[in-house]
């Protein structure tokens, strides 16, 4: 028996009573039934809501969702378990029941917007849009509305206004600046005052502009509008997008922007790291492995030759680099620095040496650009029994923001035979 009935059959009752019995006993009898019967919907309401909300599964949110007649939420729950499965009938059925929802509660934002989503998808774009509108006007400040408003406007090309939204997404949300800064770039074809005037010219979208320029090697521009944003608004620049750019800027060899970057931002742990320094010249900290992607000694992996700090033999301070090949090795570690240089400047990169090696090659030490490539300039480091002082000059390509020392054997793999011992301390870059 439905509740309809149920009612029926509780009026044809009471009719009877109040005609054999006493009004008083009629009107008792007939409350208590009423109770009793608002009891019953109760529990069946709460265990079929119970049983929507917390389902993982179309069809036990279903059966939930008969049980609590019109509850929005229950729709809600179900139409978003039918959307998941992507079949084409769940799909349908999906709409139906975002429809119920936004009927049951027609002031909720939250079933406005997915029923735009849901109607979209459906292909009713006229409807779609009726039914965003709605949410912005229930809910004109919430990020996700305004962003999906704005992304359904653009795909039907209806940028001005699209952007408009998008923009207010933004301000709602500062996380979305880098999404809306990816797709006003792709729109405008990276034309940068035009994406300006799209979506505003807040600290963070720039932020988010010079990401992508980045990304498309435009590394000039990126460093230009990155120089005009504050020391403030950089400190506030999320970790995640802070560390892209400065992972895109060591990639496109812009070694000293990915410093300044870095320095500006909070990603440095270091204070040795500066534009135009050699970190850890002296060798009074520990060294690096292969892949520590800073601005100090990098080792090659392996076993031959060994390297290491040693104290027994220095320059100056506590400890130098010992790079020790024993009797007899044919191994190769290069041993690299980045550095962040001025481009079109003089440097002179001094350092000391002693050598015990004896071997058919050469130990080198190579600038090169960066990124590798022919090197700008060096030098053979020949046998030495005390230290040695060793300079080279260079001008740093015009177009170029980095360098890269590399101490290396240049034996040729095939026919190497090394011995013996070789030292370096205190190197030092200086602009001449």
């Known amino acids: 028996m439905n509740e309809r009935s149920f009612l029926k059959s509780l009026i044809v009752h009471i009719r009877n009573l109040q005609l054999t019995g006493s009004p008083a006993r009629a009107i008792l009898i007939a409350g208590c039934v009423l109770s009793v019967f608002l009891c019953l919907l109760t529990v069946k309401w709460s265990f079929g809501y119970v049983n929507a909300v917390q389902a993982e599964e179309p069809e036990v949110a279903e059966f939930g969702m008969q049980l609590a007649g019109r509850d929005p939420y229950a729709h809600f729950k179900l139409a978003s378990l039918l959307e998941k499965t992507l079949l084409a009938g769940d799909q349908v059925k999906a709409l139906h029941h975002f429809e119920a929802a936004a009927a049951?509660?027609?002031?909720?934002?939250?079933?406005?917007?997915?029923?735009?989503?849901?109607?979209?998808?459906?292909?009713?774009?006229?409807?779609?849009?009726?039914?965003?509108?709605?949410?912005?006007?229930?809910?004109?400040?919430?990020?996700?509305?305004?962003?999906?408003?704005?992304?359904?406007?653009?795909?039907?090309?209806?940028?001005?206004?699209?952007?408009?939204?998008?923009?207010?997404?933004?301000?709602?949300?500062?996380?979305?600046?880098?999404?809306?800064?990816?797709?006003?770039?792709?729109?405008?074809?990276?034309?940068?005052?035009?994406?300006?005037?799209?979506?505003?010219?807040?600290?963070?979208?720039?932020?988010?502009?010079?990401?992508?320029?980045?990304?498309?090697?435009?590394?000039?521009?990126?460093?230009?509008?990155?120089?005009?944003?504050?020391?403030?608004?950089?400190?506030?620049?999320?970790?995640?997008?802070?560390?892209?750019?400065?992972?895109?800027?060591?990639?496109?060899?812009?070694?000293?922007?990915?410093?300044e970057v870095a320095a500006e931002t909070g990603l440095f742990t270091d204070a040795d790291a500066a534009i135009g320094t050699i970190s850890n010249g002296e060798f009074e900290s520990?060294?690096?492995?292969?892949?520590?992607?800073?601005?100090?000694?990098?080792?090659?992996?392996?076993?031959?030759?060994?390297?290491?700090?040693?104290?027994?033999?220095?320059?100056?301070?506590?400890?130098?680099?010992?790079?020790?090949?024993?009797?007899?090795?044919?191994?190769?570690?290069?041993?690299?620095?980045?550095?962040?240089?001025?481009?079109?400047?003089?440097?002179?990169?001094?350092?000391?040496?002693?050598?015990?090696?004896?071997?058919?090659?050469?130990?080198?030490c190579d600038i090169l650009p960066a990124g590798g490539g022919e090197p700008i300039t060096g030098v053979v480091l020949p046998p030495a029994a005390e230290w040695t002082e060793m300079q080279l000059d260079l001008v740093v390509p015009a177009d170029s923001e980095g360098i890269e020392i590399k101490l290396f054997n240049a034996c040729p793999p095939a026919n190497c035979s090394v011995s013996g011992s070789i030292w370096l301390d205190d190197f030092t870059l200086s602009k001449r």
């Open 104 to 259: 049951f509660s027609p002031d909720h934002y939250g079933y406005w917007l997915a029923l735009g989503r849901a109607r979209e998808q459906a292909g009713d774009s006229e409807g779609a849009e009726r039914a965003l509108r709605r949410a912005a006007d229930l809910a004109p400040f919430y990020s996700r509305v305004r962003w999906a408003l704005g992304n359904l406007l653009l795909r039907q090309g209806r940028s001005p206004e699209a952007f408009a939204n998008i923009g207010m997404a933004v301000a709602a949300d500062p996380a979305l600046a880098a999404p809306a800064a990816a797709t006003a770039f792709r729109i405008f074809g990276g034309d940068i005052q035009k994406i300006s005037e799209a979506i505003g010219d807040e600290p963070l979208i720039r932020i988010a502009v010079v990401v992508q320029l980045v990304n498309a090697k435009r590394l000039a521009e990126a460093r230009a509008i990155w120089r005009r944003i504050t020391a403030e608004d950089k400190r506030a620049v999320q970790p995640d997008i802070a560390k892209a750019l400065y992972a895109k800027l060591i990639e496109g060899g812009k070694y000293a922007s990915a410093i």
């Open 286 to 364: 520990a060294l690096a492995a292969e892949n520590a992607h800073t601005f100090t000694w990098s080792i090659a992996d392996g076993t031959q030759p060994r390297i290491g700090l040693n104290e027994s033999q220095k320059h100056g301070g506590n400890y130098s680099l010992l790079i020790s090949y024993g009797p007899r090795g044919n191994g190769s570690r290069p041993i690299i620095q980045k550095v962040g240089v001025e481009g079109g400047t003089a440097y002179v990169l001094r350092f000391f040496y002693r050598s015990e090696l004896n071997n058919t090659g050469a130990f080198r």
